[in-house]
C-alpha cells in the first residue's frame, strides 16, 4: 500500500514541523486580534530556541527549557507592547527591530553553545493503545512530543476564548474598533497588552521546541525564517485557531514534500508557496464570497489614542 | 493632558523641523549610549571604540567611500519608499523588488542579444520595470481588492528571494561557475565602473541624487504629486475629488518598486557581476529603507541624508567587526537598539512633555 | 603519520633558513559563523590551533562575511596590518584575486576555487577517500538496501563525494542504492531534518551526508538508525548510532603554509602554481566517528564478523577492508584511490578505464553519477 505509506509519512512529518509553525501562529493571532501586528516573531522564537536549549542543559529538564523559553518569549513581546501600545510607535518598523534584534542577541549569547550534546531532550510520546492503531497510530501517535497535542488543545481553547467568551468579545472588538471597545469600558491597553504577551510566550515555546524537541542542539540562525512562514500563516489561517491547525499541517506537509517529490519539481519553488498562499488567500477574500471571506482586524497595526479616530 | 510617570503629555499638533531632528538625534543618542553599555560589557572603554570606530570609518577617503557605497541601495530604495509613504502605502516590499530588479538585469547581461553599447542602460530600464511591476501586484490588490499592503508586499519579498534561489540553482546557473550556485560572471559591457581607490559604482550613486531630486519635484510641484498626496491624507476627499485610485496607486507603486529594482540593477552590475544567493545580493537594504525613508517623514530629499546615515552605521559595523573585534552579531544587536530608539522617541513628536507638578490630578490612563 | 608530517616540515624549515619574516599577521576571512558545527566551525579550530603554536603568529578573523564583501573586509584586514589572508569560501574568488592583484605586497589564500596568482594560492583538504572508506562500511550495515544521503549542493565537490561513497558501498554490496536528497543549503537543521524523514520514508536505514550540522545524526538515531557524521565529531551526538565519519584538519595546510610563508619560501610572487590538494596522505583528512576513533568501538565487532567476497582480497572482513584501504590511501605512496577504473556512471558509460585513476582536474569537475545512486541529479551529463 504505497498511497498508506505516503500518507501516513506526510501527515506525520506535517504534524511534527507544524508544531514550531503552530504555536507561533497561535501567538500571532493572539497578538493581532487585539489589533496589534508583530513582525518580530523571528526574533521570539530564536530567543526562546537559546533560552529553552540553554536551561534544560543546565538544569537537565527540558520542560524547564520551554518555560524559560516562554518567559524570554513573553518578555521580548512585553517590550514590542510597550513601544507600539504604550508609546504608539510604528508596529512594523518595531517588529523588525525586534526580528534583527533577537536575532542578533541570541547569538552573541549561544556562541560557545554550539556542539553540545543535550542530554535531556523532550522524549516522543508513544500513546499506548493508540499508537498500534494501523495506519492512524504511526500517522498521528508516534514520533510527536507532547507539544504536538497541546498545540492542538490550545488551537481549541483559543478559539473558545476568541468566539465563545465575554474576553473574547472584548480582545476582537479591540482589534476591530478600540474607540467602540474603549466607549464600551475595555481597557484597550490591558487587552492589547495580555495579547501581544501570551503570543510571545506561545512564540518562545515554538523555538524552544526546535532546540530540545526536534532538532536537540543549539546552532546560530537555527530558526531559519520560520517567524516569517508564521506571519504567512497568521494570514493563511484568516486569524482563526482552528484553521491554523489545518494550515500549519499544510505547509508542514509542503515542506516535507519538498524533499518527497524532489526529482519532480524544484524545492525552491515550494518552498515559495506558504509565502504566495498566504496573498492568494487575502487576494481571493477580496472577491467577497463569504466561502473566502478573510478580513484582517480592522484596526490592526494602527496604535490607539484616545480621542481620536 | 496624559500622565506618563512622572511626565505629562500634551498632544503636539504639526510639530517643527527643530523637534523632528532634535528628536531624531536625541534618539540616535541614547542608542549609542545604550550601545556604549554593550561594549562595556564587552570589557571595551566605549570612549575609546567609537574614536577607534570613528577614525575607522573617517581616517581616509578609501574607507569613508564605504559609507557612499553601502548608502546606494539605501538612497534608491529610501527614495522610492518616501513616495509609497506618502500615499499612505505601506510598501515593506523594497527588498523583493530590489531582487526583481538584480533579476531583470542578469537576464539583459548575460542573455538578451543586444548591441553592446545598449546593455547598460537596458539593464537598467529593465530592472527598473522589473521592480516597478512586481510592486504593481500589491498595488492592485489593495486597491481591487483590498489585500493588506503591508502583508502582501512583506509575502511578495519571500517569493522573490526563492524565484531568485531557484534561477541560480536551476535554469541560469553558470557552466563556468564549475557547478556552483552562481550564473556566469557578466560581461565587461555589462559591468559598471568605479570611483578610483573605491567600489563605489559612481552611476547608480549618481541616479540615486538626481531622481531623489526628481521624486522631490513630482511631490512639491506636479499635479500627480498633488493627487498622491491627496490620495494618501484624505481619501474621501480624493474620492470626491474624482482622483483615479488605481491610476495613482499603480503609478506610485511603479515608481516606487521601480526605484529599488534600479537598486538591484547596480548591486549586481556594480558589486557582485552575476547573480547568486539572495542573502547575498542584499544586506537586508530594503528592510533598512523602510527606516530610511520612515526617519525622513516622507521627504525624498531628506531621505539622501538618512540613507547616508545608514550607510555610516553599516560601514561602523565593519569596523566594530575588524577594529574591535566584536562578534558580528553585535551588528544586529546595535542596529535592533538604533531602530527601537528612533521609533520609541517618536511619541515626543507628537506629545509635549513636561514634568507632572505634584498634586496635580490624574488626568487620562496610560496609552488609552 | 602526524610524525612524518612534523619530520617534513622541520626538513623545510631547516633547508629554509633565507630571508625569514621577523613576524606575520594572518587573517582569515570566514562565509558562516563560527558556530557553525561545520565548515566555518572547522576552519577557526585549525586557526586556533595554529595561532597557539607559534608566537611569531598573530591570527584576526571576521565571521559571517558576505560573498560580496569579501574585498571590503580584505581592505580592512590590510589596514589592520595583515600580511597573510585566508579566504574560505568558493564564492570569495573573485573578490579575493581582485584583490590580489591590487595589493601585491600580501599573500592570499583561497580555499576551494581554482584562480591563481603570484601573491594568491589555492587550497583544499578534500574527503572523497573518506567517504569511499564510509561506504564501504554503509555497505555491510544496510538491510533494506537503500542508504540515504543528504546533500547540500548539487556541485561537483559534492558530487564526487557521493561517487566514492557509492563506490565503496558497491565493493561491499553490489546490488545497494544510495538515495539522495539534496537541500541546497550548507546549513539548514530543518531542512536536513526533513530531508532524512523523507529517506526515512522512503526505507533507507543508514545515513551520510553533506551539511554543517548533526541533524542527520540526531534524525537516525531517534530511529535507531546509523549514520556518518560529517566535518566536526558527532560521536557525542549519538555515541551509538555514529558508527564512524569526515573528520578534517585544516590547521595541517594553514601550519604548512604559514611556515613556508615565515621561512620565506612562499613570496608574494611564487604562488601562481601553489595549490594544495590534501587528502588523507597528507592528514589533512581523518576518517572516524570522533578523532582517533576510526571506528565506533560498538560497531567494531559487526564488521569484524561481516565477512564478503571480494575480487582482489578474496574472503575477508569488512573490518579489515577498511584498514587496508585505509592504509594503501594513507600510506605517502598512496597505492589506491577509490576511482580506480573500471567505473561506470548510473547511464552505463565508462568513467574511468580499466586500471586508470582519474586526474586531478576530472575530480574536481566531476557531474556524473555513478552507477547504484538514485535520485535526482541536477547537472548530470
Redesign the interface.
Given at each position: 500500500m504505497v498511497w498508506a505509506d505516503w500518507l501516513v509519512s506526510t501527515v506525520s512529518r506535517a504534524l511534527a514541523f507544524g508544531v514550531p509553525l503552530l504555536w507561533g501562529t497561535l501567538g500571532e493571532i493572539s497578538a493581532e486580534r487585539s489589533g496589534v501586528i508583530n513582525l518580530g516573531v523571528e526574533g521570539m522564537m530564536i530567543l526562546g530556541a537559546f533560552t529553552a536549549f540553554a536551561v534544560a542543559f543546565q538544569t537537565g529538564s527540558p520542560g524547564l527549557g520551554l518555560l524559560a523559553a516562554a518567559g524570554v518569549g513573553g518578555v521580548a513581546a512585553l517590550f514590542h507592547a510597550f513601544l507600539s501600545v504604550t508609546l504608539r510607535a510604528n508596529q512594523y518598523v518595531s517588529g523588525l527591530a525586534l526580528s534583527i534584534f533577537g536575532l542578533g542577541l541570541a547569538g552573541l549569547l549561544g556562541r560557545g553553545w554550539e556542539g553540545k550534546p543535550l542530554a535531556a531532550t523532550l522524549p516522543s510520546l508513544a500513546l499506548p493503545g493508540l499508537s498500534r492503531i494501523p495506519v492512524v497510530g504511526p500517522m498521528l501517535f508516534q514520533n510527536q512530543t507532547v507539544l504536538t497535542y497541546i498545540g492542538i488543545v490550545l488551537a481549541f481553547l483559543l478559539w473558545l476564548l476568541l468566539f465563545r467568551t465575554r474576553w473574547g468579545v472584548a480582545i476582537r472588538s479591540v482589534g476591530e474598533s478600540p474607540a467602540t471597545a474603549d466607549a464600551l469600558g475595555i481597557n484597550v491597553t490591558l487587552v492589547r497588552y495580555l495579547c501581544v504577551v501570551f503570543g510571545g510566550l506561545l512564540a518562545g515555546v515554538g523555538g524552544g521546541y526546535l532546540s530540545v524537541a526536534y532538532r536537540p542542539a543549539w546552532t546560530e540562525g537555527m530558526t531559519a525564517g520560520m517567524g516569517w512562514i508564521v506571519i504567512a500563516l497568521t494570514i493563511f489561517a484568516a486569524w482563526d485557531p482552528l484553521q491554523a491547525i489545518w494550515g500549519a499541517l499544510f505547509f508542514g506537509a509542503l515542506y516535507h514534500l519538498s524533499y518527497r517529490l524532489q526529482a519532480f519539481l524544484a524545492p525552491e519553488l515550494l518552498k515559495l508557496m506558504p509565502y504566495l498562499f498566504a496573498v492568494v488567500v487575502l487576494a481571493l477574500s477580496g472577491f467577497g464570497g463569504a466561502r473566502w471571506r478573510r478580513r484582517a482586524p480592522g484596526a490592526l497595526g494602527v496604535p490607539y489614542v484616545r480621542g481620536e479616530r | 493632558m496624559r500622565r506618563?510617570g512622572p511626565f505629562v503629555l500634551e498632544p503636539r499638533l504639526s510639530p517643527s523641523r527643530a523637534a523632528v531632528l532634535g528628536v531624531s538625534l536625541g534618539a540616535v543618542v541614547f542608542a549609542l549610549l545604550l550601545a556604549a553599555a554593550v561594549f562595556y560589557g564587552y570589557g571595551r572603554n566605549p570612549w575609546q571604540a567609537y574614536a577607534q570606530i570613528g577614525r575607522?570609518v573617517f581616517g581616509s577617503w578609501?574607507?569613508f567611500s564605504?559609507v557612499l557605497r553601502r548608502a546606494i541601495p539605501l538612497i534608491l530604495c529610501g527614495v522610492g519608499l518616501t513616495l509609497a509613504f506618502r500615499a499612505q502605502f505601506?510598501n515593506?516590499g523594497a527588498e523583493g523588488q530590489l531582487l526583481a530588479g538584480a533579476v531583470a538585469a542578469t537576464g539583459v547581461a548575460l542573455f538578451l542579444p543586444v548591441p553592446e553599447g545598449w546593455r547598460l542602460p537596458l539593464m537598467f530600464l529593465c530592472g527598473f520595470l522589473a521592480g516597478g511591476l512586481w510592486a504593481v501586484i500589491p498595488a492592485l490588490?489593495r486597491v481591487?481588492?483590498?489585500?493588506?499592503d503591508?502583508?502582501?508586499t512583506?509575502?511578495?519579498n519571500?517569493?522573490m528571494?526563492?524565484?531568485v534561489?531557484?534561477l541560480v540553482?536551476?535554469p541560469w546557473?553558470g557552466p563556468t561557475m564549475?557547478?556552483?550556485?552562481?550564473t556566469d560572471?557578466f560581461p565587461l559591457t555589462a559591468q559598471l565602473g568605479w570611483l578610483p581607490g573605491t567600489?563605489v559604482h559612481w552611476v547608480t550613486l549618481a541616479l540615486g541624487v538626481v531622481l531623489a531630486l526628481g521624486v522631490a519635484f513630482l511631490l512639491a510641484r506636479t499635479r500627480l504629486g498633488y493627487e498622491i498626496r491627496v490620495a494618501g491624507q484624505n481619501p474621501e476627499a480624493a474620492r470626491y475629488a474624482g482622483i483615479n485610485f488605481t491610476a495613482v496607486f499603480a503609478l506610485v507603486m511603479l515608481l516606487s518598486g521601480g526605484l529599488a529594482g534600479l537598486a538591484g540593477v547596480g548591486?549586481v552590475a556594480g558589486?557582485?557581476?552575476m547573480l547568486?544567493?539572495p542573502?547575498?545580493?542584499s544586506?537586508?537594504y530594503g528592510?533598512t529603507a523602510?527606516?530610511v525613508a520612515?526617519l525622513a517623514r516622507g521627504n525624498p530629499l531628506v531621505a539622501v541624508f538618512t540613507a547616508l546615515f545608514f550607510g555610516l552605521l553599516f560601514a561602523a559595523g565593519?569596523?566594530m567587526?575588524?577594529?574591535l573585534?566584536l562578534?558580528?552579531?553585535?551588528?544586529?544587536?546595535?542596529?535592533?537598539?538604533i531602530?527601537?530608539c528612533?521609533?520609541?522617541f517618536?511619541?515626543l513628536l507628537?506629545w509635549r512633555v513636561g514634568l507632572a507638578r505634584k498634586g496635580r490630578a490624574w488626568s487620562?490612563?496610560?496609552?488609552? | 603519520m602526524k610524525r612524518i608530517l612534523a619530520v617534513v616540515l622541520a626538513v623545510v624549515a631547516l633547508g629554509t633558513v633565507a630571508v625569514a619574516a621577523t613576524k606575520i599577521k594572518a587573517g582569515f576571512i570566514y562565509v558562516g559563523p563560527i558556530g557553525d558545527y561545520g565548515w566555518t566551525y572547522a576552519h577557526d579550530m585549525a586557526r586556533r590551533i595554529v595561532d597557539a603554536k607559534y608566537d611569531w603568529l598573530e591570527t584576526v578573523y571576521v565571521e559571517s562575511v558576505p560573498e560580496g564583501e569579501v574585498e571590503t573586509y580584505i581592505d580592512l584586514l590590510v589596514r589592520q596590518g595583515c600580511n597573510v589572508i585566508f579566504t574560505t569560501s568558493f564564492g570569495f574568488m573573485d573578490g579575493t584575486l581582485a584583490a590580489a592583484q591590487r595589493y601585491p605586497d600580501v599573500i592570499f589564500a583561497h580555499c576551494s576555487g581554482f584562480k591563481r596568482w603570484a601573491n594568491m594560492a589555492t587550497y583544499m583538504a578534500d574527503f572523497y577517500q573518506v567517504y569511499y572508506l564510509n561506504g564501504l562500511m554503509a555497505g555491510a550495515l544496510t538491510k533494506t538496501g537503500k542508504i540515504g544521503y543528504v546533500a547540500a549542493f548539487p556541485i561537483p565537490e559534492v558530487k564526487r563525494h557521493i561517487n566514492a561513497f557509492t563506490i565503496g558501498v558497491r565493493e561491499v554490496n553490489p546490488t545497494a542504492e544510495v538515495h539522495v536528497r539534496w537541500i541546497y543549503e550548507w546549513y539548514n537543521p530543518a531542512a536536513a531534518k526533513e530531508a532524512t524523514e523523507a529517506l526515512i520514508a522512503e526505507g533507507c536505514d543508514v545515513f551520510a551526508f553533506t551539511e554543517d550540522s548533526p541533524t542527520v545524526v540526531q534524525v537516525a538515531a531517534e530511529r535507531g538508525l546509523p549514520s556518518f557524521g560529517h566535518y566536526s565529531p558527532m560521536y557525542v551526538f549519538a555515541p551509538d548510532y555514529v558508527v564512524s565519519g569526515q573528520l578534517v584538519h585544516w590547521e595541517k595546510i594553514y601550519e604548512d603554509f604559514l611556515l613556508k610563508v615565515y621561512n620565506g619560501v612562499y613570496t608574494t610572487r611564487n604562488l601562481a602554481h601553489v595549490d594544495y590538494w590534501w587528502l588523507l596522505a597528507q592528514g589533512a583528512v581523518e576518517v572516524g566517528a570522533d578523532f582517533g576513533m576510526v571506528i565506533n568501538p560498538k560497531w567494531e565487532p559487526f564488521f569484524k564478523e561481516y565477512v564478503i567476497a571480494h575480487p582482489v582480497f578474496g574472503r575477508i572482513s569488512v573490518y579489515d577492508l577498511v584498514y587496508i584501504r585505509l592504509n594503501q590511501m594513507a600510506d605517502p605512496g598512496v597505492t589506491f584511490d577509490p576511482f580506480q577504473g573500471p567505473v561506470y556512471d548510473r547511464k552505463g558509460n565508462l568513467r574511468v578505464p580499466e586500471g586508470m585513476w582519474l586526474s586531478y582536474d576530472s575530480l574536481i569537475t566531476m557531474e556524473w553519477a555513478a552507477a547504484g545512486i538514485v535520485g535526482p541529479w541536477p547537472g548530470e551529463p
Open positions: - | 506618563l575607522g578609501p574607507s564605504e505601506w515593506i490588490l481591487k481588492l483590498a489585500v493588506n503591508v502583508i502582501s512583506l509575502m511578495l519571500y517569493v528571494a526563492y524565484i534561489e531557484w540553482h536551476g546557473k564549475r557547478g556552483f550556485a552562481y560572471r567600489r548591486e558589486i557582485h557581476r547568486r544567493s542573502s547575498h545580493i544586506m537586508g528592510y523602510i527606516i520612515w565593519d569596523h567587526r575588524i577594529a573585534g562578534p558580528f552579531q553585535i551588528v544586529g544587536v546595535f542596529q535592533g537598539l531602530f527601537f528612533l521609533i520609541g517618536e511619541i507628537s487620562g490612563q496610560i496609552g488609552s | -
